[in-house]
Structure formats: structure tokens, C-alpha cells
């Protein structure tokens, strides 16, 4: 297997979620994909696993040493903290808003080595928009580099966050979101925490918080980082996990307000 370069792994993805793009594109033109609720609650179209199987095939055959972790066919699930290299992918991020022709959609494909995010790519189809990052190497929007924005006050800051899927689980987070909405200038739940994390690194918002999957934040996480975003979790990762691929209770914000978003998301829950 050739030793690819971080650049040509890069290329490599980006060619990937272009192509998955096409196909998410496709599928709402022609509208004729179905959909079902795995676990109950959580929508997922055939879509879904279409473009997982496209992806995992493409690269399988292109680093057949990797491993990958997707939110679909997810074959790592178990073996996150053991993998050398693994390929972290949600086919379709923002799958509700897909299957009710919202915008907010994207591919998102990141690479892990030895638990350290190195590299993502999170392409949005509907918004003709292609945010990458490899580590050290800044992050660009369609090819144009992007920084984090300079407010320096929670009061008027633009927050990003979501919700789970089980209602149950809604409940105690209702706390946060009132601290928050009634601290900062306002909240934006857009449905889709990659494009979430993506729009902290470009400015358009000030901060996120959120607890998602490894698929939903693992790309993000390194565009914003690169980006000059400031990353963290509220709470101590579990031994034994990558930080890197721990999706609780993230944290992401301009560095100027970062450790205020911190705060008042502890107060709130009573910390």
C-alpha cells in the first residue's frame, strides 16, 4: 500500500465527498428514496446507506489497512481506541433535514491516527460549499482559507447547539439552552453538527456546544481547530477513548469566548 501524504489523503476525501455529493443530489431531484427509523426514533433513507457503502468501498480499496468507523455500516464500533488508522464517516449528516429539503446537509469523512483527528473534509451539496482541514495546515472554505470570528463578548455572540433524537433526553439539556439563550445574542439549531462546527471556523458563529457521535463532529473538529477555533470537552473524557473521538458534551467557540461558554454551560447544569 503506498504511505500517502496528508495533502493526498486530503485530495483523496475530497474527491470522495464530492462525489457522495453528487449522489445526495440526485436522490432529492429524483425523489425516490424511502426511509425508516432505526432504534424507534432515528430517520435514516436508503440514501443513508447508499452513499455509506460508496464511501466505504471507495476507501477500502484505496487504504485497505485502515479502518473505518461510519454511522451506517460502522464495522470499528467496538475497536475506536485500538485502530492505528481509521476513517470516521457520516454519509449523511443532517439526514432530517435531507429527507425534508432543507439546505443543511452534508458529507462528512475525517482520518484518525492513533486517536488524533488529522484530517476532514465536510462537503454541503444544497449550499455548494467544501470545508477542509488537514492538521497544521489551516482551513479553507472551496479552496479559500477561513478563521474563526473575533468577538470577544458572550452577550453578543451567535451560538450553534442541537438536540438528541429521544425525547427523553431532551429535558435536562432544556436548562442549558435557556442559560445560554438568555446570556448570548442568540442560539441557531440548523441540524447538522458538522456544518455547525464548520460555520464556528468561518465566523458565522461564535460557539457551539453539543453531544453528538464520533461521525457527526469528527471532521468539524479539526476544520475548527484549524480554523483557530479553541476545542474542548466540559467534562473529563473517559480513560480508554480517544478525546478526539469523545462526541460529549463538546465545546467550541472563538478562543475569546471560549472559557465563558464553558462556564455558563457548567452553571447551568448546576456545576
Given amino acids: 500500500m503506498p504511505n500517502y501524504t496528508l495533502s493526498e489523503r486530503l485530495a483523496v476525501a475530497i474527491d470522495i465527498a464530492h462525489e457522495a455529493g453528487r449522489m445526495i443530489s440526485r436522490a432529492r431531484e429524483q425523489q425516490g428514496f424511502d426511509h425508516r427509523y432505526k432504534d424507534g426514533h432515528e430517520l435514516v433513507t436508503d440514501i ?81 460549499e467544501t470545508f477542509s482541514a488537514v492538521e497544521g495546515g489551516g482551513a479553507h472554505c472551496n479552496s479559500q482559507p477561513i478563521r474563526v470570528s473575533t468577538e470577544d463578548q458572550l452577550a453578543r455572540s451567535l451560538i450553534g447547539t442541537g438536540f438528541p433524537y429521544r425525547r427523553e433526553s431532551r429535558q435536562a439539556l432544556l436548562k442549558r439552552f435557556t442559560q445560554v439563550i438568555n446570556e448570548c445574542q442568540d442560539i441557531r439549531r440548523n441540524g447538522s453538527a458538522a456544518l455547525d462546527l464548520c460555520d464556528v471556523a468561518c465566523g458565522r458563529l461564535d460557539g457551539y456546544y453539543e453531544s453528538v457521535s464520533p461521525w457527526d463532529f469528527a471532521a468539524g473538529w479539526v476544520i475548527a481547530q484549524e480554523a483557530g477555533a479553541s ?41
Fill in 231 to 271: 476545542v474542548s470537552h466540559l467534562y473529563p473524557v473517559p480513560s480508554g477513548i480517544p478525546a478526539d473521538l469523545h462526541g460529549e458534551n463538546l465545546v467550541v467557540a472563538t478562543p475569546a469566548i471560549h472559557s465563558a461558554l464553558e462556564k455558563l454551560l457548567r452553571e447551568s447544569d448546576g456545576e
Fill in 48 to 128: 443513508d446507506v447508499e452513499v455509506d457503502t460508496f464511501i466505504t468501498q471507495r476507501l477500502n480499496s484505496l487504504f485497505p489497512g485502515d479502518g473505518i468507523l461510519s454511522e451506517e455500516l460502522a464495522p470499528e464500533r467496538d475497536n475506536i481506541a485500538q485502530a492505528k488508522a481509521l476513517w470516521v464517516i457520516d454519509p449523511i449528516d443532517g439526514t432530517v433535514n435531507f429527507a425534508h429539503g432543507l439546505r443543511h446537509v452534508a458529507v462528512s469523512i475525517a482520518w484518525v491516527e492513533e486517536g488524533k483527528a488529522r484530517l476532514g473534509v465536510v462537503h454541503a451539496p444544497f449550499l455548494q
